[in-house]
């Protein structure tokens, strides 16, 4: 068990609708990642917070946004969703923001866009 | 551009045989280097952190090796078991920049057949 909590598990939902994703990092942690992972590819990193500020975006599309909560929960919100969207999205958590530290990862949530 | 190049993409052993997975990067400079296992529909597991002064490490029948002249890493699986059955990602971080910087290789799918 890493320590990072992702809900739901599982989605699955049509094209045009709207999901949120949610993340708890490990207790400790100010840093959340979001990783896009679909089939037979690589991860793919998203978007990056520290301490509730936005650090980093890397291949994020408009119609995806995130957000971190002084809790240092974290949600992605994908919107206008169509069946490329489909993929197992993770998060990640780490102490700092730099690049030394161990990312500890979800287990994923996996969405099917119908 | 910065990559990371694993090879081979799938392997298949049986069980209780060793095995090598190879990765190849152009990162340069570098900060670390890392492997992650992914089981199927799982969060990535880190296995070995290196930073670019180390030659080796193990954990328990995993062992990494980085050769940084060659810009090489192989990750030996000793007397391997069902459970390693799974995709071994090599990461590499670039000097000095945010985690976001993380470059992950596509990963080597391990069958370990009895």
């Known amino acids: 068990d890493s320590g990072v909590t992702q809900t739901p598990k599982h989605l699955i939902t049509a094209t045009g609708q709207r999901v949120t994703l949610r993340c708890s990092p490990r207790?400790?942690?100010?840093?959340v990642y979001w990783y896009q992972q679909s089939l037979d590819q690589g991860l793919q990193f998203l978007i990056q917070y520290y301490n509730g500020e936005e650090r980093a975006k890397g291949n994020i599309l408009e119609r995806f946004s995130a957000q971190q909560f002084p809790d240092l929960h974290s949600e992605l919100n994908l919107s206008s969703l169509e069946l490329g969207d489909s993929a197992l999205y993770f998060c990640a958590s780490s102490t700092g923001q730099g690049n030394t530290g161990e990312l500890f990862f979800g287990e994923g949530s996996r969405l099917t866009v119908l | 551009k910065n990559q990371v190049e694993q090879s081979p993409q799938s392997l298949i052993i049986l069980e209780g045989k060793n095995c090598t997975l190879q990765c190849n990067y152009t990162v340069s400079p570098f900060s670390n280097l890392r492997w992650y296992k992914q089981d199927t529909g799982r969060g990535p597991v880190s296995l070995t952190i290196?930073?670019?002064?180390?030659n080796t490490k193990s954990n328990g029948r995993y062992t990494a090796t980085l050769d940084a002249d060659t810009k090489q890493s192989s990750l030996h699986i000793t007397a391997s078991q069902l459970s390693d059955s799974a995709s071994y990602i090599c990461v590499v971080s670039p000097f000095n920049q945010a985690g976001t910087a993380l470059i992950f290789g596509k990963g080597t799918t391990l069958s370990v057949s009895s």
């Open positions: 207790s400790g942690d100010l840093s």
């Open positions: 290196m930073t670019f002064s180390e």
